[in-house]
């Protein structure tokens, strides 16, 4: 069995068993006892979840993943330049050679501590999943949410954060972590890492505005002109693909990766927008911060249309779609709360959905270990580095 498969049912099943010890306990104690029951649970099954997709992340072969290798070249030969040749590359506004230059200081300043590309990925990987399981403690209040949340990730965004990007994996942790800076209202502790990280991975510059438009309150407005701008969107992604990197360092993404088209994944926003207009009201009632996570899933819907000409637009919908593993969690509360089986069977439901999706869209994934004794592949490298 792929070991990605294997996380992903070891995942939902520890949350399973989790969830029925904690009901048939909930049955024997007192209310103020079961809160803090729930609580405890909660964070153990966080902290589960922290330790095996950091190991999963941080074990996988030089092989896994589009970009591991090729960041593993990139972590070598920096080890060979200068301080001098890396502070020099900062010259922003300046063409494509000169894109990111705050990952290279990223990495050599890492290099202070050690030399070895293991320690970076698990690094990498503790980094992303610390402000990951942050954020999933801060949005999410009931077990089977972070069942589902885990599903979510699993099934949609395992295949880049945890084996592929690394760059926008580190700007994307701080995205996330700094949505608790846009509910305590503090745009400067929101604003300033955001810029700083935008030098390791300009996309994340898409986020900053966020501040302000996740705090919107029109949200059946919003949503309505969101789906009646998508059409259009469609129809003219070209011109807006080209209107959105002219003038970037991403202007020469626009010949490659031509966009193939992301029928599940759009399709996937588009019935969480259609399905959450529907309940509105009863989010505003339960949620206080509601108005977040629907702008957020907006923000995605306009941007998604994008991929379809260019894929490497699926970096700036990540930012806003990786709220969906605290959104549709709320929609199932909200849309079942009359009935406690309805929901289980709701969750249930959408776990083997993404289960499916899961062992039919599964990359293959080797543990480095494995991969360094089969010669097949360690030869070419070794040829590398005596070229």
Known sequence: MDFHIFTTFTIVITGFVLSISSQRDSLQIRKALRIRNALRIRKAYLYFLWVLLVFESGSRGLSVGDDTL??????????????????????????????????NLFQKIFQILSSDYRIYLYFIAILFFTSLIYFLYTNTYKLYELILAATLYCALFYPFFSITGIRQTITTSVALYCTKFIREKKIFKFAIPIILVSSIHTSVLVFLPFYYLSNIKNIKHNLALALLLFPVIMLFRNDMAVIFATGTVYENYLSDMPGKGTLTFTSLILVIIAGSYLYIDQMHRVYRNYNIYYNAMIMALIFVPLTWENSNAMRVVQYFSIYMMVFIPKIIEVATSYSVKLKRVAYLFCILVLIYLIFNTSRPYIFFWNETSNLDFKQPLIERYQE
């Open 70 to 103: 090729g960041y593993f070249d990139s972590f070598q030969k920096i080890n060979k330049v200068s301080w001098a040749e890396i502070l020099q590359g900062f010259k922003f506004g300046q063409g494509y050679e000169y894109r990111d230059p705050g990952y």
